[in-house]
């Protein structure tokens, strides 16, 4: 009873803190294939497994929703079917926890996969989000320098 008792102690103290100073700084990511550079992250899932790919979708978001990022380049590879739902199941938790001002750019790593990064790109700007397609990530960069 009282182990439970601190624990929500302690998640009531941290809301609180994070309600009074919002989200918590950056902090490294565990995973290498995610990276912080300025107010944006650079997420590479290029050569990424599917068994692995779940697991960094999850750390980005998380990452995401408890940071103040302000953009993120998402990076793909050659991507299959149960690669692309996984990166699109990240995509809609992403909308819902990114800031109003948060800017996506979406850049293939084949040509072949930039078929489905363009739809998708279509798809989140329908649904609110500024996710832009990018044929590179130097593309990329200056539109966030912009």
């Known amino acids: 009873m009282k182990i439970e008792q601190a624990s ?7 809301s609180a803190w994070r309600a009074e100073n919002g989200a918590m700084e950056a902090t490294p990511t565990t995973s290498s294939r995610i ?32 940071t103040r990022m302000h953009g993120a380049v998402l990076k793909g590879g050659d991507e299959d079917m149960p690669r692309c739902l996984a990166v699109r199941d990240l995509l809609k938790i992403l909308m819902l926890v990114s800031p109003p001002d948060f800017r996506l750019a979406l850049v293939p790593g084949t040509p072949s996969s930039g ?6 790109e279509a798809e989140l700007r329908v649904a609110g989000m500024n996710a832009r397609f990018f044929e590179n990530e130097a593309l990329a960069a200056q539109w966030f320098s912009s």
């Open 35 to 66: 990276r912080k550079h300025d107010a944006r992250l650079h997420a590479d899932f290029s050569a990424c497994s599917l068994e692995e790919l779940p697991a960094l979708c999850a750390e980005f978001a998380a990452f995401c929703a408890t």
């Open 8 to 14: 929500v102690r302690r998640r009531t103290e941290r």
């Open 115 to 120: 078929a489905i990064y363009r739809k998708t």
